[in-house]
T-cell receptor
Framework: SQELEQSPQSLIVQEGKNLTINCTSSKTLYGLYWYKQKYGEGLIFLMM?????EEKSHEKITAKLDEKKQQSSLHITASQPSHAGIYLCGADGRGGATNKLIFGTGTLLAVQP | GAGVSQSPSNKVTEKGKDVELRCDPISGHTALYWYRQSLGQGLEFLIYFQGNSAPDKSGLPSDRFSAERTGGSVSTLTIQRTQQEDSAVYLC????????????FGSGTRLTVV
């Protein structure tokens, strides 16, 4: 079965610094999703990537999917306290036809003012 | 409704008791999913409902866990004879159709078994 590994597991950065979170799959990714979770809340959809080499940006967050479609990165530029939370990658492993997403274990991000 | 609603938001129960967790999906969303998130763990898939099809129960950890979805809308996840290892946040999500695109998650129910 497909597994997703995220790194780092946790990250503390100073406000204003850039950071990158990685998500690596044991199998080819046909759909890769990034979600953010704040304590006590559900998951908030950030971005979805499907094509090898695809890159998407929203405000100060950029997500990329590598050409081989087995690794994705999430980059935050000039981090702010509002970026703090748990970032989870989720994978749709079978061309969008699967019934469910599998998720990585998450990356806990803290941003120090 | 505007979003996925879960209740209760927090539940503390004694070991051995049964609990019911409720999920009210977005109106019109035919697919409904239950996930479990334990401390230090990622999201663990539990069960998936799609329309009138038989649910995918492949993620249920034991026969103490069951779920139903009445009228294609509200779903209830029941845990019988709760154990301490059942303590977790139980998240519900809904989406349009059977594709995994466009999941919307509820805020979850934090279950603590003491």
């Amino acid at each position: 079965s497909q597994e997703l590994e995220q790194s780092p597991q946790s990250l503390i950065v100073q406000e204003g610094k850039n950071l990158t979170i990685n998500c690596t799959s044991s199998k080819t990714l046909y759909g890769l999703y990034w979600y953010k979770q704040k304590y006590g809340e559900g998951l908030i959809f950030l971005m979805m990537l499907q094509k090898g080499g695809e890159e998407k940006s929203h405000e100060k967050i950029t997500a990329k999917l590598d050409e081989k479609k087995q690794q994705s990165s999430l980059h935050i530029t000039a981090s702010q306290p509002s970026h703090a939370g748990i970032y989870l990658c989720g994978a749709d492993g079978r061309g969008g036809a699967t019934n469910k997403l599998i998720f990585g274990t998450g990356t806990l991000l803290a941003v120090q003012p | 409704g505007a979003g996925v609603s879960q209740s209760p938001s927090n539940k503390v129960t004694e070991k051995g008791k049964d609990v019911e967790l409720r999920c009210d999906p977005i109106s019109g969303h035919t697919a409904l999913y239950w996930y479990r998130q334990s401390l230090g763990q990622g999201l663990e898939f539990l069960i998936y409902f799609q329309g009138n099809s038989a649910p995918d129960k492949s993620g249920l950890p034991s026969d103490r866990f069951s779920a139903e979805r009445t009228g294609g809308s509200v779903s209830t996840l029941t845990i019988q004879r709760t154990q301490q290892e059942d303590s977790a946040v139980y998240l519900c999500a809904s989406s349009l159709g059977g594709s995994s695109r466009g999941y919307t998650f509820g805020s979850g129910t934090r279950l603590t078994v003491v």
